[in-house]
């Protein structure tokens, strides 16, 4: 690419409404420009950039197995009343009406759309498992944009979605994309962490933030050194694993409970099916309500219990907020026992738990003072929000840090909650009727450009990675009047892009100190300068990231990337 007719504008000054380096930088190199708040066009340098992100996270959707597809951004009203988030998501839908008043949105996400798609389309558990992607423009208005692309209000994500016949399969799915994940931020040369996340006000399934270590970021990181615990702040309920011990299973009592309304039997008693036990109990925890869902297959005889409990703080102050949450969380449609004048002595909802009751493989029984950890292999949920620095690990292994991160990335089991609310159901091979267990799973692709300059720079500019780089040479001719210069400098473009090198040529008519400012903001990765010494065929190679600078003879140079 010839630079004298390149649209790339740079500038000196560092604009005073951008806080954040990689703001700054991707102004300054003529990356972006802003049209309206929050929303920006990327100019070709920074294009170049974003589709080589893109291409990267193709690679590895694709190597996973991952089918890509093109879905609308626009979206109608009557999908996100089905699913019941026309409501719940708020002002950050950005909504719209076409000439014959009805209501759309603009996609802030996917899910109803690809739902509604393999609603239609896949009858048969045969089709399945199938995770379907696109790299797509999504919309939210979000209350404070900033940061430049980093939180805009029209950005690129890709985003994923898996459909499986069961949470055996859903796991695998996840597994996947969270390897494909580690992958794609590796190669984007990022220093990240995956850190279990916020699971919303949907219950505690399991939920990973990728998160780009940097001191700008949004997100507060609780980690330890001791073990692989880490943590988003933001969250109530952060999962802990308990490890069975291999003493023999503790004698369990088991009582009796249809109906059952006080704590001391069982505080909220919803269902006992037979091979799966979901229930709810709503405790007043530290003045506030904490609703603990309890599920999962259970034997008791000999004590193959895997349960999982959701705690979730309540922002579900009456019993018909709990009522609809659970009906859209589990498919639970009998009453809830939610008795608000509960009261249970405990500092977080797992301990609540401890102390609480059980169910049994038997209609109106219930097991008496389970104990994760004691009697069953449990994965349980506890509060983050009040953590301090140097507080104990909720795993017992070692002391908390703090890290700021950028979320980057977030993969999320989504269980049946949209294939319910759609009706995405498949036959079983016993001809069953049976819903989708969904994961969904994203990946700011506009925002990762923008992280990846934050932790790839210095005071001269950008220094992009080899992997994203817009292009791999930067070429400058010293003084393109000059016929020797002009003339090896055409030779190399012409050589190194038939090699498949890409590279910018700066042809410009400009004074050498404005072409290697340029050059050093621009941050290719080789800068190769032609100067002096051109009519000896000597150039200059100076390495971006390093610094180093090379006396090379252009044969030489030919040579080595042959
Ligand atoms: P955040 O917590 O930063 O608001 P989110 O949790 O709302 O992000 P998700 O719904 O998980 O975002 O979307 C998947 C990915 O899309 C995020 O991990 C992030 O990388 C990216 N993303 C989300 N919101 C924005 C935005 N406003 N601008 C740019 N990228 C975004
Ligand atoms: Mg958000
Ligand atoms: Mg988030
Ligand atoms: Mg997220």
Known sequence: MRQSTYLAPTLRDIPSDAEVKSHQLMLRAGLIR???????????????????VEALIREEMNAAGA???????????????????????????????????????LGPTHEEVITSIVRDD?????????TLYQIQTKFRDERRPRFGVLRGREFLMKDAYSFDTDFEGLDE????????????????????????????????KDTHEFMVLSNIGEDTIAYSDESDFAANIEIAPVKVQYEKPDE??????????????????????????HTRCIKSMLFIVDEEPVLVLVRGDHEVND???????????????????????????SGYLGPVEADKQVKIIADTAVEAMVNAVCGANEKDKHLKNVNPGRDFKAEAYTDLRNIQEGDPSPDGKGTIKFKEGIEVGHVFKLGTRYSEALGATFL?????????VMGSYGIGVSRTVAAIIEEHHDEDGIVWPLSVAPFHVHLVPVNIKQDAQ?????????????KRYDVLYDDRPERPGVKFKDADLFGLPLRITVGKKADEGIVEVKIRKTGDVLEVHTDELLETIE
């Open 486 to 498: 002009r003339e090896l400098a055409d030779l190399l473009y012409d050589k190194l892009q038939s």
């Open 173 to 204: 799915s996840y597994q996947k994309m969270y390897d494909a994940y580690t992958k794609v931020f590796s190669r984007c040369a990022l220093n990240f962490r995956a850190v279990v996340a916020d699971s919303g006000a949907m219950g505690g």
């Open 67 to 105: 089918q890509e597809m093109f879905m609308p951004s626009i979206q109608p009203a009557e999908l996100w009343q089905e699913s019941g988030r026309w409501e719940a998501y708020g002002p950050e839908l950005m909504r719209l009406k076409d000439r014959h008043e009805r209501e759309f949105a």
């Open 428 to 436: 079983d091979a016993q001809g069953k009727s049976k819903p989708m």
């Open 122 to 130: 896949i009858r048969s558990y045969k089709k399945l498992p199938m």
């Open 248 to 273: 023999a299973p503790a004698e369990l009592e088991t009582v009796s409970t249809p109906g059952q309304k006080t704590i001391e039997d069982v505080a909220a008693y919803l269902d006992t099916d």
């Open 34 to 52: 802003q049209s309206t708040s929050g929303v920006y066009s990327f100019l070709p340098l920074g294009f170049k950039v974003l589709q080589k």
């Open 303 to 329: 004590v193959k219990i895997k349960h999982y409990f959701d705690a979730v703080q309540a922002e579900l102050a009456t019993e018909e907020e709990t009522k609809q949450w659970l009906k859209a969380e």
